[in-house]
């Protein structure tokens, strides 16, 4: 029997509280990559349940950085209203340490969210939204206590009013991706629907059947996103 090990991350670290891991192409020498990614995950759940499309990422020449939101994981703390400013902060520490300038946000659910709002803070360049979940509905869920994750409600819910999915999207002037699975139990498809409607110039892939995190690691669609964000990322002045 052959044992398949899975890559790991070429340098954790932790930044004003925020644990993450940065993953990096293979037989790159010396030379730094194209382009980063900044991966972002749901909420409840870990830097280490994304690490799969880090390693996708770094097959298809980019960096990546994937971390726990404050509350989740080994990051310290509660989730706050500077959680736009800890996506930017990422963006920041991507580019520091694996020399690259255009990055790219690649979210799921609470994180696509987050990618959307905190796209102009990040400064990045291309975003893949899989399956967003609206202030709205995180609004709610906060107020109906469905979240496990160490939260100050009062900051949380202050940046969710101030800051809608919608008008974030609109305000966009890169490329967006979103992918969002028809069966999604959990922040129905027509969302991202009337995102795309929002913005016509985005690309929406809608999967039949599936749940809330099956597009998250199929492996199809994780290559689908890498090539989204390779390909537009590398066109990005100053990438490379």
């Known amino acids: ?39 972002l995950h749901g909420a409840d759940s870990t830097k280490e349940n994304h690490a799969d499309f880090a390693r996708v990422c770094a097959a298809h020449g980019l960096a990546a950085l994937v971390f726990d939101a404050r509350g989740h994981g080994a990051s310290g703390g509660t989730l706050d209203g500077r959680a736009i400013d800890d996506v930017a902060r990422m963006a920041d520490t991507l580019r520091e340490r694996a020399g690259v300038q255009a990055v790219g946000l690649r979210g799921s659910s609470m994180g696509a969210y987050l990618a959307l709002v905190a796209a102009g803070a990040a400064r990045a360049g291309a ?20 979240f496990a994750f160490g939260v100050d409600r009062e900051g949380l819910t202050a940046l969710l009013e101030a800051h809608n999915e919608t008008d974030a999207a609109r305000a966009l002037d890169v490329p967006l991706l979103l992918l969002h699975a028809e069966g999604d139990e959990a922040v129905p498809v027509e969302l991202s629907r009337a995102l795309h409607a929002a913005v ?18 199929d492996p199809e669609l994780q290559g689908e996103a890498a090539r989204f964000l390779a390909g537009h990322l590398s066109a990005r002045p100053g990438a490379g």
């Open 1 to 39: 029997m052959r044992t398949v090990r899975a890559e790991p991350p070429v340098e954790t670290g932790t930044t004003d509280g925020l644990a993450w891991a940065r993953f990096a192409p293979a037989g790159a020498g010396d030379a730094p990559p194209a382009a980063g990614v900044v991966v």
């Open 127 to 146: 975003v893949v939204a899989i399956c967003p979940a609206p202030a709205l509905g995180l609004a709610v869920g906060l107020r109906a206590g469905r």
């Open 200 to 217: 016509p110039a985005s690309r929406l892939v809608v999967v039949p059947g599936g749940h809330h995190r099956s597009i998250q690691h």
